[in-house]
């Protein structure tokens, strides 16, 4: 048997690659992106800088190309300017005249709308081309950086042009961002018209939190360590508390954010996300598959309690002082009507029907203009069931929390009781931190980054699919059904906590917010 | 914030440090590992500098040692820096304390946390036996750092290699060989030879050889090219040659047979780069450990003078492949075998080296490492 028929049949491993070399970093394959929308925030602050960082860090594929696509009377140079400004100001990585030369050779751009057939021709050619001159071997990405009432324009044009269909031994993939929909019917009617066009294993579905470092880091302290695990289910665990918080109001992005409101924005997408991954069984292996059968079964066995006037709070913020900053209400921002009932805090509980969690619920909250701007998953557990001390003694001490600080500040901070120094028992909660090193560091990549290499190279752990998607609206339909029948958000003071009624939904099962 | 102490002992300094961290407020400490950095008064300061800037993604306590005279009386002279994403001493030793600088160095270790050490330039022929050194699980070399005798110095570091040894020539060589490596994933032929081109002194192209060579069981030349660095590496195909040219140190040209010809920024890079690679493992480096096993064999056969006369018999042995490579996988050691005779495996890369290291050796054989690839 000569080499070749062996080759023949299955393809020789790589001599330079060896499993126990993991030094070598990953590097995609030949590619190029398309992007829609390059004039877009989305495009200028995230998807253009990880670029320029992910080929400074050597991870992009020589002759990587990239190519806009905008409604702009633009040329390629343009084009470049754009992207050029954009690393300037949001690279993490210093700018590097070798690595832009490198870069920008494969820049190309596109001007067309979106419903222009002639324009998406010449994306076709424009492709060919880079496939020719720049080696992309026919592996496209196309970023659809746009609002999602364009994608099913775009979508159509590229499978009318034949864009979405690769050529034996190439692929093409879709990239979306959220949101994912407004509710499980528009879900799935945004997915038909993704997957009539391009297979599930070729979408990526972009949840930039699921990029972060802290986030994959949850998987790390849950599975790969002995004593957080045997205490991680209902006999030691009371509650989960799932935050996410920013301090900023809606800034400039009335157009997208009215109407949408906080649950749909982040509960139905970031934190449903976080919770599936705080509440989830071991996966049987670290691959896409296993990890998204373990997400799903956690997400269909979400049950929201009964009695939702009880069990969840919205909020809208009104005027009031922010971190010393004094800062009009929700009603009084630009492009909203003062009738809006758009809500900007949103709280619900949930319980997992699961033997591990049964009677454990979990408490989810986001919102803008509170305190501070932070993301972070407590495990709070039970008191202990016996104190062998005087009740005075332990008057001071709260109950045990693991807390996983997702941002800012990464780490993972541990409280427990310890006992005051001096002469009497007296116990008190104190606060072990572990911060997370190289935050801030060149070396430590950013979650967009991650999630594009993960793209180009086909990885998909990170990225939910479909059915997660409709899962988390499943169960958030009936809140948000529930809500807009039933009178509006309450107002909550800019820069506090939320609404009185976050505080009683708590107060209600004996609990607290914990103050993040 | 720094503070000096004079005629001190370790355990005057570690309450110092404890004082420190108390009155900073925050008793807790992050720190992941101790870098131990042996280092003299020339290079202190741009060494701690890196190690300090490494310690923000991997944060550590930094000692530095300074061996100073060893003449007078025994004397240790701290300096501590307290804040930022670690804490750093400097250790300056004199009299006969510069024999025994593990005594310090012991007490002021992390507790129950990995040990690393870096000689940012002179290192000892056998790190894993210097008494600093065996403190470690890591201990970090840097050939290249050498001013002169360079190719000397990372020969005697590969005979002298223990599990957890590196050197940053190693390090150097990272993204060539993803290059590389991305460069047959692409286009996956046999490769039936080989050439590495760099400056004449330079440790960085003699592991990429002795890699390349190891891990394509074909003889790679070694060229002398200005530099700087590494300048081109190619390999022969069926369909011609894969190759990656990189005239100026900064970016490279990237040529595989069937595709255009494309430019790749392939920048070399700053020594905290190469420190903050070095920590993000910690474990011994199977494949250094292969690399450098080879690169003594080519020696050997090439006829360099050895670093010790004492090598390790593993190293220099031409034993059958099992017994030569008990850490090789089945599949590689068997393509070996194919490829070669066990009593000639050996021999080959080694003859192709004679003709790259010195091409003015007068009874070099007519290009060996085409015959050596024919005969495959």
Same mark, same amino acid.
């Given at each position: ?516 | ?126 790190? =894993?036996?210097?008494?600093?050194? +065996? #403190?470690?699980? /890591? ?5 290249? %750092?050498? @001013?002169?005798? &360079? ?107 069937? =595709?255009?010809?494309?430019?790749? +920024? #392939?920048?070399? /890079? ?5 420190? %903050?690679? @070095?920590?993000? &493992? ?95």
């Amino acid at each position: 048997m000569t080499t070749t028929e062996i080759a023949g049949r299955t393809p020789a491993p790589n001599p330079l690659r060896d499993e126990r070399d993991r030094r070598l970093p990953r590097i995609a394959g030949p590619c190029g992106m398309v992007i829609f929308g390059v004039t877009g925030d989305l495009s200028r602050k995230k998807v253009m800088p990880a670029i320029y960082d992910l080929a400074n860090r050597g991870l992009l594929p020589p002759g990587f190309a990239l190519v806009g696509f905008a409604r702009r009377d633009w040329a390629t140079q343009d084009f470049a300017k754009i992207v050029h400004d954009s690393v300037m100001e949001h690279a993490r990585t210093p700018f590097r005249e070798e690595v832009w030369n490198q870069l920008s050779r494969g820049f190309r751009f596109v001007p067309g709308d979106f419903s222009d057939d002639v324009a998406f021709d010449q994306l076709h050619d424009v492709i060919a081309e880079l496939d020719r001159e720049r080696g992309t071997a026919g592996n496209h990405a196309f970023y659809l950086a746009i609002p999602p009432r364009f994608f099913p324009d775009v979508i159509d044009q590229l499978k009318k042009h034949g864009l979405a269909d690769p050529v034996a031994g190439a692929w093409r993939r879709l990239v979306v961002e959220k949101p994912f929909g407004h509710d499980l019917a528009s879900a799935m009617e945004l997915n038909s018209v993704i997957s009539d066009v391009f297979p599930a294993e070729s979408v990526f579905r972009i949840d930039h939190y699921l990029g972060k470092e802290t986030v994959q880091n949850i998987l790390a302290l849950r599975f790969a360590n002995q004593f957080f695990e045997p205490v991680w289910n209902s006999n030691y665990v009371d509650h989960v508390q799932i935050t996410m918080a920013e301090d900023i109001g809606i800034g400039s992005r009335a157009g997208y954010y009215d109407g949408i409101g906080a649950a749909r924005d982040v509960i139905q997408n970031h934190l449903m996300q976080l919770m599936a991954l705080i509440a989830m069984e071991e996966p049987v292996s670290f691959d896409a598959q296993s990890l998204r059968m373990e997400k799903q079964k956690v997400l269909r066995s979400v049950r929201l309690p009964n009695r939702l006037d009880l069990t969840t709070s919205r909020g809208q913020y009104g005027p009031g002082w922010a971190g010393g900053v004094k800062v009009g209400g929700y009603l009084q921002e630009e492009d909203i009507p003062s009738t809006s009932t758009t809500d900007t805090f949103a709280a619900i509980k949930l319980e997992i029907d699961t033997r591990r969690w049964a009677g454990v619920p979990f408490y989810l909250r986001t919102g803008k203009r509170l305190g501070r701007r932070v993301t972070e998953v407590a495990v709070v557990f039970k008191r202990a069931p016996h104190l062998p001390f005087d009740k005075t003694a332990t008057e001071e001490l709260g109950e045990n929390a693991a807390v996983i600080r997702v941002q800012p500040d990464e780490g993972v901070t541990m409280r427990f009781g310890a006992k005051v120094p001096g002469t009497a028992m007296e116990i008190r909660d104190v606060n072990m931190d572990f911060a997370y090193g190289g935050t801030f560091v060149e070396s430590s990549p950013e979650a967009y980054e991650r999630l594009i290499l993960d793209v180009l190279l086909g990885d998909p752990p990170l990225f939910p699919q479909l059915e997660e998607v409709e899962l988390s609206w499943k169960v958030l339909d009936p809140v948000i059904e529930y809500w807009s029948s039933h009178g509006k958000p309450d107002t909550y003071p800019s820069g506090t906590w939320g609404p009185q009624s976050a505080v009683d939904m708590l107060a209600r099962d004996g609990r607290v917010w914990r103050r993040p | 914030m720094t503070i000096e102490l004079t005629s001190t002992n370790a355990s005057a300094i570690a309450a110092a440090l404890l004082a420190e961290r108390r009155k900073a407020g925050s008793p807790s400490m992050g720190m992941v590992m101790t870098l131990l950095v042996v280092t003299d008064e020339g290079d202190h300061y741009d060494a701690l500098k890196v190690a300090k800037s490494v310690s923000r993604e991997h944060p550590s306590r930094i000692l530095g040692v300074i061996k100073r005279s060893a003449r007078g009386a025994a004397n240790l002279d701290a300096e501590l820096t307290i804040g930022g994403s670690g804490e750093s001493v400097l250790l300056r030793m004199t009299g006969e304390l510069t024999r025994h600088p593990e005594s310090v160095v012991l007490p002021l270790l992390l507790p129950d946390s990995p040990v690393v050490v870096w000689w940012p330039r002179k290192a000892p022929d056998d790190p =894993a036996a210097d008494p600093l050194g +065996a #403190l470690a699980q /890591r201990r970090i070399t840097d050939a290249a %750092a050498m @001013e002169r005798g &360079r190719t000397q110095a990372i020969l005697t570091q590969s005979r002298s290699y223990a599990d957890g040894n590196t050197d940053l020539s190693w390090t150097r060589i990272t993204p060539w060989r993803a290059l590389l490596a991305a460069a047959l994933d692409q286009y996956p032929a046999r490769i039936r030879g080989g050439v590495v081109a760099a400056e004449r002194s330079n440790p960085s192209a003699d592991l990429l050889v002795a890699w390349l060579t190891d891990c394509l069981g074909v003889a790679i030349e070694r060229e002398t090219s200005k530099g700087p660095g590494i300048t081109s590496v190619t390999l022969q195909t069926g369909g011609g040659p894969i190759e990656i040219a990189r005239p100026d140190g900064l970016l490279a040209e990237f040529t595989i047979p069937n =595709a255009p010809n494309r430019p790749v +920024a #392939l920048k070399r /890079r700053d020594l905290a780069e190469l420190l %903050a690679e @070095e920590l993000r &493992r910690l474990d011994p480096d199977d494949i250094y450990a292969e690399t450098v096993k080879r690169l003594c064999k080519i020696a050997d056969a090439t006829g360099r003078t050895p670093a010790k006369p004492a090598a390790r018999p593993s190293s220099t042995g031409s034993d059958g492949p099992s017994v030569a490579d008990p850490k090789r996988s089945p599949t590689s050691a068997a393509k070996l075998a194919k490829a070669q005779k066990p009593s000639d495996r050996d021999a080959i890369p080694a003859r192709s080296t004679a003709t790259k290291a010195s091409a003015k050796r007068p009874g070099t054989k007519k290009t060996p490492a085409k015959k050596a690839a024919r005969s495959r």
